[in-house]
């Protein structure tokens, strides 16, 4: 084990390079599902079984673990190594990534999504190893500030994703062209050569043999916990919800309410999505850092020399909370002006930017409130986007990206709190949640067909409702066990 007060920044350096193509690939299914919908000629329902498979590679990846570690009495991440971990998943995902071009090529649907069900288990693995590892190269108690870059240079991946895959796609994202199945092969050959890329250069750098030293707890002890539980279904549904606005996004945009978008014009909006969450994680990320510095300055008090001085940590830290998220703005701005689109038609969607800023404000950095209130504005997003068409209803629904932005710590922060020596295993059962991003976008595909793709929306308000609850419930019930919610930390992961 590294010793924590270790700093090895180059090894972090390497490590956080994985959060980035996790980031890619998954924010990518967003233009490779309208594909998917019109090559294959699915309903709306099926065509959300791209990420139905992909986010339930994540769950079963992550009880295989978990029964395996059961059954042998060993915690097998401990055995291996986080190093080796992450390179056995690498290549797991170089496997799937090869299987989807025959799969496309033979034009079956199905075999498609298993090829997606295999590169999401090798993700599942470098995850359940990245993670932990970020943490332990330092002190723990700068981890959650390494995780916070690794979840910005996440959301830089879910920026640029639907970008560069728009552009190999349709050989610019102006263009109006079909996709091609040559492109679609490029694609996934570009893909699985950089995660091998990437997996033999791990296995040629000096790393850290990091493993866990902590005792295996077998069972499930930690479901006795009302937090734990009630945390489990929330972070089910923020993923759910954070997922299925942009899964469907695509066949929203098609709608003549909405632009009646062509394919090709689709990735700049979803870009715009996951840079919503980046805007917000950047913001977030803000408050992981102990902003400390005096200014002193000499006076004269009653004729007499003295030195004055003030703490400005507080007040620099607000106006980076102001500015933070507008570059981050810009930077998505930036990219999708690379693609040769025209951006002006996104500015408006400052104003959503400056109601993130005044949510993070009233949050206060807790998290029962931080949540409650981001849950509340992801509600309003969602009602405006229901009751309006057009610019408005499209800025309001890609809004929910800022609405989700910086749950996933909160929630953490409020399941997790009180377990003790169940935290780990708490964490672990967190983490398979992530199961609501393959359920919930389907559901919406089913409502889609129903009722339509623009009402289908009604889910995510039913979504950010139980997180409020959820915000709500776990006060109350950590005052309950004499844990108070206001000392907990919240810093974006």
């Known amino acids: 084990m590294v010793h924590p007060t270790n700093k090895n920044y180059s090894a972090l350096s390497i490590i956080i390079s994985v959060f980035f ?62 190093k080796k971990g992450i390179i056995y998943g690498l290549l797991i995902s170089v496997v799937g990534a090869l299987a989807i071009i025959p799969s496309v090529n033979v034009g079956e649907f199905p075999l498609i999504l298993g090829s997606f069900f295999i590169v999401a288990l090798g993700f599942s693995l470098q995850q359940t190893c990245a993670q932990p590892f970020v943490i332990a190269l330092g002190s723990p108690e700068t981890g959650a500030h390494r995780l916070t870059l690794a979840g910005g240079v996440n959301s830089l991946g879910t920026t640029l994703g639907p970008l560069v895959v728009g552009i190999i796609l349709f050989g610019s994202v102006s263009s109006d062209a079909p996709v091609s199945i040559t492109s679609i092969n490029s694609l996934y050959l570009i893909l699985a050569g950089i995660f091998l890329a990437v997996a033999i250069f791990f296995s040629m750098v000096k790393l850290p043999e ?184 499209l800025y309001a629904f890609l809004s929910g990206g800022l609405a989700c932005s910086i749950m996933w710590p909160a ?46 929306y009604i889910i995510t308000v039913f979504c950010f409702a139980y997180l409020a609850f959820f915000a709500y419930k776990a006060k109350a019930i950590l005052k309950t066990q004499g844990i108070d919610e206001d000392q907990l930390e919240s810093a974006v992961h």
Not at 67 to 73: D, E, G, H
Not at 345 to 370: D, H, R, S, W
Not at 436 to 453: E, H, L
């Open 21 to 82: 193509f996790w980031g890619f690939v998954a924010a990518s299914n967003g233009i490779f599902i309208p594909f998917c919908k019109s090559h294959f000629s699915l309903s709306q329902f099926q065509s959300q079984l791209v990420d139905f498979t992909f986010y339930g590679g994540y769950f079963i990846g992550s009880i295989l673990l978990l029964a395996l570690s059961q059954i042998i009495k060993v915690d097998i991440l401990n055995k291996i190594g986080y």
């Open 210 to 393: 990091i493993t866990k030293d902590e005792v295996f707890e077998p069972g499930a002890g930690s479901l006795k916990y009302p937090q734990l539980v009630l945390g489990m279904v929330a972070i089910f549904t923020y993923v759910g919800v954070e997922v299925t606005i942009q899964s469907n996004m695509g066949s929203l945009l098609k709608e003549e309410a909405f632009g009646g978008l062509n394919a090709s014009d689709i990735a700049p909006f979803i870009s715009l999505y996951w840079g919503s969450l980046m805007i917000g994680r950047w913001a977030g990320a803000i408050a992981a850092f102990n902003i400390s510095k005096q200014l002193s300055f000499r006076v004269t008090i009653n004729g007499k020399p003295a030195i004055a001085a003030f703490n400005i940590s507080k007040q620099l830290r607000q106006v980076l909370i102001v500015i933070v998220p507008f570059l981050a703005f810009g930077l998505v701005l930036l990219v999708n002006s690379f693609g040769g689109k025209d951006i002006s038609q996104l500015y408006k969607y400052a104003i959503c930017v400056v109601a993130l800023i005044v949510a993070y404000f009233m949050g206060n950095e807790k998290p029962a409130k931080t949540l409650m209130l981001f849950s509340f504005f992801g509600m309003a997003a969602m009602l405006i986007g229901l009751l309006t068409t057009g610019q408005v209803a």
């Open 411 to 456: 929630i953490f922060a409020l399941s997790i709190s009180g377990l003790g020596k169940y935290a780990s295993q708490g964490s672990a059962f967190l983490i398979m949640m992530i199961l609501g991003g393959a359920i919930i976008p389907p559901i919406q595909g089913k409502i889609a067909d129903s009722i339509g793709i623009h009402m289908s």
